[in-house]
């Protein structure tokens, strides 16, 4: 028998499975309402109301165990994005029952923070102080004289978004770990010259 040429590559059929949080429905809890318009959905609940336009290749409907993600072919885009639609479907019926919120620490002598309805204001070694206008929809909560900011609100996204923009404002460094910080971030902290021999 003559020998296949050497360096072919063989063609493997791969068959891609269903995916695992794409089957799942997602449950609406007592009090969480929501309303179908084509591919717009909108979900209401106790803490207000988000809205989202899925698209095309995920149909979204109502089945016997709450809002069911269908994949409506079974293409590679089609499967890459039922998992996610289905995830961020639950964040909106979460998000309105429960929220959302991220927590944040200033590390620093003289760090502090300030927040009203509007604004948060922040002391970070700067010769100004940084103000921050809040998106709407999220809500900032600082303790008097607290270095400790939680930040919340229904929507998943803004709120790690506005998160994510605070601590942009003073990343910690790495030398004395001063700067802003998630509460459950670990620093890795690196010696200074000074220490080393």
Request: with cysteine.
């Amino acid at each position: 028998a003559r020998a296949a040429p050497r360096g072919r590559a063989l063609a493997l059929r791969v068959e891609a499975k269903e995916s695992r949080i794409g089957k799942q429905p997602v449950v609406l809890p007592k009090g969480v309402e929501y309303k179908l318009t084509g591919q717009k959905l909108s979900i209401k609940g106790p803490l207000g109301t988000l809205e989202r336009e899925f698209p095309a290749l995920i149909e979204v409907r109502e089945g016997d165990g709450g809002l069911e993600f269908k994949k409506r072919e079974e293409s590679r885009a089609a499967r890459e994005l039922h998992g996610l639609c289905r995830t961020l479907g639950q964040n909106m019926v979460t998000g309105v029952s429960q929220g959302w919120e991220k927590n944040l620490k200033l590390v620093g002598v003289g760090y502090r923070a300030e927040a009203n309805a509007k604004q948060v204001t922040l002391a970070l070694g700067y010769s100004h102080p940084v103000v921050m206008d809040i998106p709407q929809g999220v809500k900032v909560e600082v303790a008097k004289g607290s270095t400790d900011i939680k930040v919340s609100g229904a929507d998943k996204e803004v709120v790690g978004n506005f998160a994510a923009n605070i601590r942009k404002k003073r990343p910690p460094e790495p030398y004395k770990g001063k700067g802003v910080r998630y509460v459950d971030e670990y620093v890795r902290m690196k010696e200074g010259k000074a220490g080393k021999k």
